[in-house]
DNA sequence: TCAATACATCCGTTTATACGTATTTAATAG
DNA sequence: CTATTAAATACGTATAAACGGATGTATTGA
């Protein structure tokens, strides 16, 4: 990565942050709700904790979400001044067509999550 | 890759295709004018043939672009309709703060191509 | 101080993409 | 038909990303 090209490997670097399905899955989620924590979108999307947190850090090193502690809860939220490249409206209308993203919402809902902080 | 998740695959792909600098590249120059034959691109970046072809190959595959021959050239071309989730004006704007890509459009303009369809 | 819960990270492995060089295929001009 | 130009693809290789399971770190509450 040259000097020269760090904008556009930043915009690169967005794109990547988000072709990923589990990543787009937990997008379509802190699109519908301000914040998350990491407990909360491994019971919704039923995948295992590591990888939640490896995807995780994947979209706070794009730039694309920031976190903070809250007790032992590490809360996670969209960045959406750094989104301006996305048509978030049509980007939501097209995931929530999508079957898996779908489940999702309506785990979202329903909201009998295992873990303690919901 | 199941069926169920068809839908959020393609979604998943469209961001795959956009989330390389030389995609990047060759989609500003899309924007920019209607359409461009291979030979066209590969003088403008200055990249091999091969690879310009290849990434080229790989954003037709996504839905981004068609392609039609004329003569001995192939032309491209950007599907508008399949890019509604991004802002191109937007990531216009931002593409063209970008070294590598200021130097594709003065090339652009110049026009001086080394290939014989210019 | 110790146990429990939440989260991050490491390890080994697998798969996807990238590249350059060389070759193959397609169309045209002579 | 043959040579030439344009473009696609095959091959070998290098790198980036993905996963699950295990381990390490932080915070809280008993």
Redesign the interface.
């Known amino acids: 990565m040259t000097l020269?090209?760090m904008?556009?490997?930043n915009?690169?670097?967005l794109?990547?942050a988000?072709?990923?399905?589990i990543r787009?899955?937990i997008l379509n989620l802190l699109i519908t709700k301000d914040s998350f924590c990491v407990c909360e979108i491994v019971d919704i999307l039923g995948i295992g904790q590591s990888t939640i947190s490896r995807h995780l850090a994947y979209l706070k090193n794009s730039g694309l979400v920031e976190s903070w502690r809250e007790g032992v809860w590490m809360h996670y939220s969209l960045i959406k001044e750094n989104m301006?490249?996305?048509?978030m409206e049509?980007?939501k209308l097209?995931?929530e067509?999508?079957?898996?993203?779908i489940e999702d919402n309506k785990r979202l809902k329903k909201g009998n999550l295992a873990c303690s902080n919901e």
């Open positions: 020269d090209n904008k556009l490997d915009i690169t670097q794109f990547k988000l072709s990923d399905p787009l899955r301006t490249i996305i048509e049509n980007l097209q995931l067509q999508c079957d898996s993203i």
